[in-house]
């Protein structure tokens, strides 16, 4: 494991999720409408669920696909209250990529026995990084999560 990825295994991540896309005139959509998916579907999930704007923790990885070059996104969320994690919460995240980009999701709990932050980062995942290289690994924290880890970054002086 990385710094990186020490620092991302501090949060205690609730779910992980796997967002793609349909087509856009046979192409891939661009970057930017993923992103623009994606705080869609936070938003959603902030209001219907009563969360205060940008509380919740995330942290999101863009990358192609190896077999079809698809672009999708990989996240990991946390920050939601203990009533919230369940597969409901799965499935009303799933509904609202569907609703906002016409995609497909996939949803879970978290499991901890996973490696899935230094899936998400790649850098610390030395298959991955082998197969695609740094050019896959568009990381994107959300600003609670930036915060968190300052913070913890700061106590841990």
């Known amino acids: 494991m990385n710094a990186w990825d020490l620092q991302l295994d501090l949060v205690r991540w609730q779910f992980f999720c796997t967002f793609t896309m349909g087509d856009h005139n046979g192409k891939c959509p661009p970057y930017s409408w993923f992103i623009k998916g994606w705080f869609s579907v936070i938003r959603d999930i902030e209001k219907t669920l009563s969360y205060a704007p940008k509380s919740l923790l995330w942290v999101l990885r863009v990358e192609h696909g190896e077999l079809t070059q698809r672009t999708h996104l990989h996240c990991l969320m946390a920050g939601l209250r203990r009533p919230h994690l369940n597969k409901s919460t799965c499935f009303f995240t799933m509904k609202a990529w569907e609703k906002h980009t ?56």
């Open 102 to 157: 016409r995609g497909i999701a996939r949803v879970r709990t978290w499991e901890p026995g996973l490696d899935a932050v230094s899936y998400i980062t790649k850098p610390g995942n030395t298959y991955e990084l082998g197969k695609f290289g740094l050019q896959t690994c568009e990381v994107t924290l959300s600003p609670a999560a930036d915060k968190f880890l300052k913070l913890r970054a700061k106590l841990s002086r």
